[in-house]
């Protein structure tokens, strides 16, 4: 591809954003819903890493999380339901100078989604990806989600979510090529940003496993969480997501070495707190988008090639 | 030769004599024939050299595959069945024609076969290995008697030919040789030039060791040489030495460099029979165009895949077949209500359901057109040939482009697996995309600024400063912002309607083929283009007036078919998709499920127009439709 | 009574005065008002307890539920709206009816809304709480004053009501009681049984402790006193003593109970609006019937449960709307296929893509006609009212047990939370569904031996003894096992579209609303019933000579239709889905884009019908198709 | 549910049932694919076990694989592609009677049928559920499948297949509820045959990945597994699967506890040998199909029931 075609000019960009360059239309939300503050949390990270507005776009899916991207002055792409990963994968693949987000809820993923979930970690395009995990259908009220706790009453199971809860990030780690797994919340902004920062620099999907606040539908179950910090568990490791705040924050921190994939799985299995930071990293598998980003050619040189082409197939 | 070749009743090794059908010479403007084998055993490479070999004479060619439904089915079993079906012509073949005159067999289980799909003319000349009718097995003998027992109501001319004993004496198998010792047979009764037949198999076998290339080169001349020896006619079809430069391939390749030409640079796919090798043929030759074959997880992924490269800037198109393209509708909605530029092909294929994944079938035009909740207009096109196959690609990447809408191309299998020459196109700089637009977006404009007029917008692609936008497949206005009101979803809907009309009035009127007016009009859309107007032109020619209108754009339908239609007594829609028979029980007027065609034409035109349609997984025979329009012809 | 309350101009506070409007009290046969809030405040259960205290005084009633899209979005937004239109009447109530002549609005901005989707007739009564107008908050104000300005232009009817203050008089929080003083006003104004809506509050509270109810009344009563002082108008609709028990639901609990009548065991579905509403109803009860609402992981996962539970015996359904029903077109073709019985509802939404997922459309009837790849005949019907929705169950899985089919039923949004009163059904044991069969094979019997006349056949259900075979979706014959030959292809295909057409015979010739012959005749279908021929009564008290058709059956068609039409001069679909404006530029005769009814009609039937479709995502008003039919009346 | 309905009569079934009773239509797949080694564990399992042939239903989806319940004499369900999973759920979850074995392709279940495949080990019903994994699509004649070998050539990856393979047993080990997952090869008859009782004793379901030849397209890929049975590790414990002639046949030997998901999870990445074996185990996780048995109600009691309903609707 002739990436000098994809640029606006030769002359370098001499803008400087603010968080508040980046900001759309009012968003819709419930009062008090984590998604607000996971947009906030965005916009900051988007200024941090001066992402040029119009260099960036914002996948998602259908839901209340779904609705991300329209918040933004970004390009964004608001999908259909469990279909935004072949969407980001598609514009990056071709699209190298895009910096490319992909925003999905826990149906719109671990449900509906689950194909291109699995396979959207093995193809390790170079993607930022933020599953907003509210542990419920949020727009369609309040349905149980893979995340929903077992026994947690919801409008499909009146009488108690029937299974236990699949946990996004043991299903991650258990396909080849995952090459970033973290976990963070939107309550803990810093710990947001940071991993946010953290993905930017991987090249790989980014998956990142955000806990969210849902007040309208599951305020109990993340309100615990949130009124006990000391439920949380810190990751750290040299390699990992370090926020001096957040290190102070919290009581429990524990040092886990991201490389470690055995470890990493085993912490999807603790129930005795919730671990925050980086599961796994490995920045040795090749990105999709680059295996496939294949040679530029000229108009000349296709047309000669085609040429070639009809010779082969010459009467 | 015999007409009762029965093994139990007489020796068949006293048949490989001179075989006397006192045929003599004789010369045809076209002529089709048949080589089947079991799978495995290279009647398709005999078939299609053959086919090859005649085009570079100057021949007409068409071939058609003949594939079995599995991969590697047990042998000498009906179902096992591979070949290919060659019609050459003294000028362009448009199509397979009607059942063959000759076939070579190497067994008689998969002769059956073709006899149970009648593709063979009543009075065809079959060659048969007749080892099997004196096999030391004596099921083997058991099942020969019962498959000559079951095809002896037809008149077929038999003709015994030791294909089997006499490759062994050149090669040790006998399963890569009998199809060379076929093709020299073939060599002989048609008179081929056998020196260019030589180069082929130097050519195919060129990275083979030599002695490869020279057994099989002894292969063809035991074949001509037993042929000459042993048989009485030849069928001559004069060749007519080609004035322009030509290709061979088939539709699925067509479409393949026709993506090139275009400069369509990502193709989105999940296998599925017919529409997998046109993505083998991309993955191929991919990689010297900076192109890139996406296989996804699923069909859902494959063209999610395309839209967010479209999406993106970079041309993309998604291919499919019948399960696949029900998979694909929600996507589409979307690329719809988007309006982003979006091409499908879909390779049609038997259905319902896994159906008849490898056979001819026209049942998908409805699912195409209404296939998606909601309403969505688009853009469906059927190319009638395999040169078509090629320059629509471009057509249809501009109109996708410009329209920023979905263009559906319908294609069969007929086409896909068909292989003719066409003339060798010349390429042109300008059927190639552009590179995506990354200029500054107008402070005044608006990523969906319809023309009220005519529905058309330019769309603002991600890297366009002060574009930043967010589509949805929610309803929106202008500005691509969430709106629920009455008056924006309306206009929405129009805008969408409305460039699809507009683009309408910019196709021509077709031209019907046979006369201006008449007795009775043939309607038809897609790959029955040739079959249809080699009727026409046969019924013509008896004196019937009849012509034929053949529909590329079934949307939007092209103006002015309302006119034509109202210069003739009856309008035919013939398409290969099922209709209920006029004169079944309990079938009326008002209750009989008609072709998909002929029900877009009566609902959008309000034309009475008839409907024959059949579901026979085969290309249709002219001189079955020549018997229809007989039979159609208003009485005076 | 101001009619230009701008806050800016005089103090609201003098407002508060006995309103002159000096329409006194006034009777009407029939009478529609809204009450809207910010979604949260309340407006549903205030609209939705004032209609169902109508019926239960006798009144016919229908309500209709305001959605805004988001779950709670920011107050003082259109897009907040959240509200129940009310109609009532002497008689029975078919459908919501023309715009509203009275609204309470607990803001300016959720009534601006209103206005904004025409719901609000041009001297609607508006009763509004004035406090915004003279708000601390200056940004308020004015945005009071841009809506006001906004609304100008219609002659609307204002009241200002003193609906947080004098609600605070009673409890803290303001959110959670105005929506009982605005049932108090609107007791008054309708002259409604208060002991009744005591009742029903203390029923609806009865959970909550006592001082809840208490603070309820006294809210009703406030809201009662302050009417009788400062109102001046009445409107009094009188009641009906029904004859008969009735209930009173809206179409998706009618579904859902019918399925229990129906004895239907499974139902499998993914979340999707508005079809969600019917899996919580049945979720809530299923226990006591041995039920099961399964949850899928996505609307593939849906059908593919509810068909594997079908093929081994127990009746199951899957549900869902728009996009879902995209994902659902390849099991379908396998279910049809492999014709193994199926019922499917689709509760249609504003299309295409996601589109308008909470608004009324009816947008899927070709969808759902020819949405799967390869040839499909199936059963589609469209239940008119809600009390259908209950007995179009049992209809529904009866025939696709009968006929080994699917049977789609299409309802829509208006359908799905409207509420009204109907007969209470007498309950048959005939109408469950017996246990599967499980006696063993006849061993002569094959599992699908068609009947050649109806296309009919018996299933074989696993358990059976000898009946041991395996469906798939290739084409198979009598035995299921697979063929490919063209004759097994077209019979398959023969009995699969025969035993429709079978069915059909069955049918009965729909019966004309109006006369039986005439100048126009409106057709229809689904939920426009109520709508359509309350139109047609308005217009023949007019004089016209209109009538209309309602079409149940869309597939197959009912008999008689064309012989209705030729009864009439002009043959008009009236259908809530896209059409193109005729007059609009580029639009033709030939390339106009028409609505699905009219569509299928043409194609099939060849009536020449027009065809009026709109997609304002409300339900269709009386009133406006009087206008359409007054325009389309054929000249003399 | 009445099940004494599902029984033909209250007689007990004296039928003895040979491996040849179950036999069907002659298999048409190619000489020497692993399929009819399968085809012909199965019958014997299938005698083994005594399963009613009427009882007993395969389901399947699409592809040579899937062609499997043709060409048995027992109930068959050839669906469509990747779904079988779904139609065996839909059929078990009602007719606790039947014996349900669902066969799958690796293209079938691991890439189109992903969310399904998901979605079912999350469900845990008592299904058998057997990946035919050939590393290739068959039946649409060599395509990448995501088991399929990295820089493999195939039709559609002529250049070599571009992404690490998945490995069916991680994904499955990392989805919740997941509770017999193993793995054996079609040119083992006795290990499969000993797996395939197993799973038939394990209440829930059983993920059954087989390891099959297909001489047509891969013939390299098994072919060098089958002439090193030094490659295969079999794994051992008195909770696993165990067949002495298994056990005499083969060097490599390892003790694995089931019951280790930690230890199950790092098997899958062992690189030396491939184990074949029982995983993992857990008998204590409900299955969805008795989750949701409900009760049974007669005709008269469902309808005093509705009666019920109508009193709450009415006016
Ligand atoms: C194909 C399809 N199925 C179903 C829906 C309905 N739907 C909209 S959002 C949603 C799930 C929302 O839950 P989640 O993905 O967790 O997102 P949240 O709203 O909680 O952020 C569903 C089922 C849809 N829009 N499309
Ligand atoms: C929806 C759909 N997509 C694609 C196909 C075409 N198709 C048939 S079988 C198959 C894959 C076969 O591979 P696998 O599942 O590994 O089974 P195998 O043939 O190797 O046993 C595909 C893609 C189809 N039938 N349906
Ligand atoms: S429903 Fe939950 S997730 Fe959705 S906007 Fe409200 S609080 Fe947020
Ligand atoms: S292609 Fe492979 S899997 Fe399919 S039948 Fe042949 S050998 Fe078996
Ligand atoms: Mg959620
Ligand atoms: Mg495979």
Not at chain 1, 196 to 219: D, E, N, Y
Not at chain 2, 80 to 106: E, M
Request: hydrophobic residues 40%; aromatic residues 6%; charged residues 20%.
């Amino acid at each position: 591809m002739d990436t000098s075609l994809l640029d606006i000019s030769g002359a370098p960009d001499e803008r400087v954003f603010k968080a508040n360059d980046y900001k759309g239309p009012a968003a819709r939300w419930c009062p008090g819903c984590g998604d607000f503050s996971i947009l906030a949390t965005t916009r900051r990270f988007l200024e941090s890493e001066q992402l040029v507005p119009e260099k960036t776009l914002f996948v998602s899916g259908i839901g209340c999380s779904a609705r991300f991207p329209h918040y933004l002055k970004t390009y964004g792409f608001h999908g259909i339901h469990g279909r935004a990963l072949p969407l980001a994968l598609g514009a990056k693949m071709r699209r190298p100078d895009l910096n490319v987000f992909v925003v999905m809820g826990d149906g719109d993923c671990t449900s509906i989604g689950a194909g291109h979930w699995i396979h959207g970690v093995r193809y390790n395009t170079n993607l930022t990806v933020l599953l907003l995990d509210n542990n419920i259908y949020g727009l369609t009220k309040k349905q149980t989600s893979p995340t929903t706790p077992v026994k947690y009453v919801t409008n499909t199971q009146p009488q108690g979510s029937y299974l236990n809860p699949l946990h996004p990030i043991a299903v991650t780690l258990g396909v080849a090529n995952a090459s970033f797994v973290a976990q963070t919340a939107d309550w803990i902004p810093a710990h947001l940003l940071a991993t946010m920062k953290a993905a930017q620099k991987h090249k790989g999907l980014s998956f990142i496993r955000i806990l969210q606040r849902c007040p309208k539908w599951t305020v109990d179950i993340m309100d615990a969480k949130v009124k006990t910090p000391d439920e949380m568990m810190i990751l750290n490791h040299e390699n990992g997501i370090t926020d001096a705040k957040v290190q102070k924050m919290y009581k429990n921190q524990m040092e886990h070495d991201p490389s470690d994939l055995d470890a990493a799985r085993a912490l999807t299995d603790m129930t005795s707190h919730i671990p925050l930071g980086l599961f796994y990293k490995n920045e040795d598998i090749p990105t999709y988008d680059e295996l496939r980003r294949g040679k530029d050619f000229t108009t000349e040189e296709k047309m000669a090639n085609i040429e070639i082409e009809f010779d082969r197939f010459a009467v | 030769m015999s007409t009762s070749p029965s093994a139990s009743s007489e020796g068949a090794q006293e048949e490989y004599v001179k075989v006397i059908t006192g045929l003599g010479d004789q010369t045809f403007t076209d002529h089709s024939c048949e080589v089947v084998s079991d799978a495995g055993e290279g009647a398709q490479k005999c078939g299609q050299g053959f086919g090859s070999l005649s085009a570079k004479m100057g021949n007409g060619a068409w071939t058609v595959e003949i594939i079995p439904a599995e991969i590697e089915p047990p042998p000498r079993t009906p179902g096992s069945t591979s070949g290919v079906g060659i019609r050459i012509g003294q000028n362009k073949v448009t199509n397979a024609g009607d059942s063959v005159k000759l076939v070579i067999a190497f067994n008689e289980q998969v002769l059956l076969s073709r006899h149970r799909v009648n593709s063979l003319a009543d009075d065809c000349i079959i060659l048969i290995d007749s080892k099997w009718s004196v096999h030391k097995n004596p099921k083997v003998v058991a099942e020969w008697d019962a498959a000559m027992e079951e095809m002896s109501t037809k008149g077929y001319q038999w003709i015994m030919v030791p294909l089997e004993d006499e490759t062994l004496k050149i090669v040790e198998n006998p399963k890569r040789g009998k199809n060379m010792f076929a093709l020299g047979v073939l060599c002989h009764i048609y008179d081929r030039d056998v020196e260019i037949a030589k180069d082929q198999i130097a050519m195919a076998f060129r990275k083979k060791p030599q002695a490869v290339t020279d057994a099989n080169h002894q292969l063809l001349e035991a074949g001509i040489a037993w042929a000459a020896e042993n048989l009485d006619f030849r069928f001559l079809v004069p060749a007519t030495p080609p004035t322009s430069e030509l290709v061979v391939m088939n539709g699925n390749e067509a479409f393949g460099m026709g993506a090139l030409a275009a400069g369509i640079d990502v193709c989105a796919m999940y296998p599925i029979t017919p529409a997998s090798s046109l993505s083998h043929y991309l993955a191929e030759v991919y990689d010297n165009f900076g192109g890139v074959v996406h296989q996804a997880e699923d069909e859902i992924g494959a063209i999610g895949v395309a839209l967010g490269a479209s999406y993106a800037g970079k041309t993309a198109m998604t291919i499919t077949s019948g399960p696949g393209l029900a998979l694909k509708a929600e996507f589409i909605g979307l690329a719809l209500m988007a309006e982003i530029p979006l091409v499908v092909i879909n390779v049609q294929r038997g259905g319902p359901s896994t159906g008849l994944p490898t056979k001819v079938e026209q049942s998908d035009l409805l699912c195409v057109l209404y296939g998606q909740p909601g309403d969505g207009p688009k853009v469906v096109i059927a190319p009638s040939t395999i040169e078509e196959c090629f320059h629509i690609m471009t057509t249809a990447r501009q109109i996708a482009e410009t329209l920023r809408t979905t263009v559906f191309i319908l294609s069969d299998a007929n086409l896909a697996t068909g292989v003719t020459p066409f003339e060798r196109p010349k390429l042109e700089a300008s059927w190639m995309a552009g590179p995506p637009d990354q200029t500054p977006v107008d402070p005044d404009s608006r990523p969906y600024e319809w023309d009220l007029d005519t529905g058309l917008s330019k769309r603002f692609i991600p890297g366009q400063r002060g574009g930043e936008h967010t589509v949805t497949g929610l309803n929106h206005d202008e500005n691509s912002t969430v709106n629920y009101e009455p008056q924006k979803n309306e206009l929405a809907h129009a805008m969408r309607s409305r460039k699809i009309a507009v683009f309408g009035e910019t196709l021509n009127a077709p031209i019907p083929h046979g006369g201006d007016e008449g007795d009775i009009l043939i309607i038809g859309w897609g790959s029955t283009r040739g079959s249809i107007e080699e009727a026409v032109d046969r019924a013509r020619a008896k004196g019937l007036k009849a012509s034929s209108l053949h529909l590329t754009f079934l949307s939007p339908l092209q103006p002015g078919i309302s006119a034509v239609c109202e210069r003739f007594k009856k309008i035919l829609a013939v398409e290969i998709n099922y209709s209920d028979d006029p004169d079944a029980p309990h079938i009326t007027k008002d209750n009989r499920r008609r072709g998909q065609l002929a029900m877009l034409l009566r609902g959008q035109l309000l034309i009475d127009c008839g409907s024959w349609g059949k579901v026979p997984g085969a290309p249709l025979q002219p001189e079955l439709l020549l018997k229809v329009i007989e039979s159609n012809i208003p009485k005076a």
